[in-house]
């Protein structure tokens, strides 16, 4: 089993910047893609970026692009998304999630293995 705790969320203005964090503890000596998602009030899960083991592979969704920034410390077992430029629409609770793998440059979006339990980010304009 792996836990996962997510952190850093809050409230801040728009075009404001906050930077998450998500801290993995237990079975952490297998390898695992990361992955940050996130649900609006109304509405249902949506992915936001994912990162590979290695860190050299990483995807994000078209409405985050160029604004966020997924990346990982391996040796902190711990994953951030660096989220600038925030809007009012980027309100959610942000989730990040794990899935084991056996590839060190694979990402996936789907079929997570474990969750956290969130953090609320609320973008004020």
């Known amino acids: 089993q792996v836990q996962l705790v997510e952190s850093g969320g809050g409230l801040v203005q728009a075009g404001g910047s906050l930077r998450l964090s998500c801290a993995a503890s237990?079975?952490?000596?297998?390898?695992?893609?990361m992955g940050w998602f996130r649900q609006a009030p109304g509405k249902e899960r949506e992915f936001v970026a994912a990162?590979?083991?290695?860190?050299?592979?990483?995807l994000y969704a078209d409405s985050v692009r160029g604004r966020f920034t997924i990346s990982r410390d391996n040796a902190k077992n711990t994953v951030y998304l660096e989220m600038n430029s925030l809007k009012p629409e980027h309100t959610a609770v942000y989730y990040c999630?794990?899935?084991?793998?056996?590839?060190?440059?694979?990402?996936?979006?789907?079929?997570?293995?474990?969750w956290g339990k969130g953090t609320l980010v609320t973008v004020s304009s």
């Open positions: 999630a794990a899935k084991i793998t056996y590839l060190r440059d694979s990402y996936y979006v789907n079929n997570m293995d474990y």
């Open positions: 237990g079975r952490t000596g297998s390898m695992y893609s």
């Open positions: 990162i590979s083991w290695s860190g050299r592979s990483t």
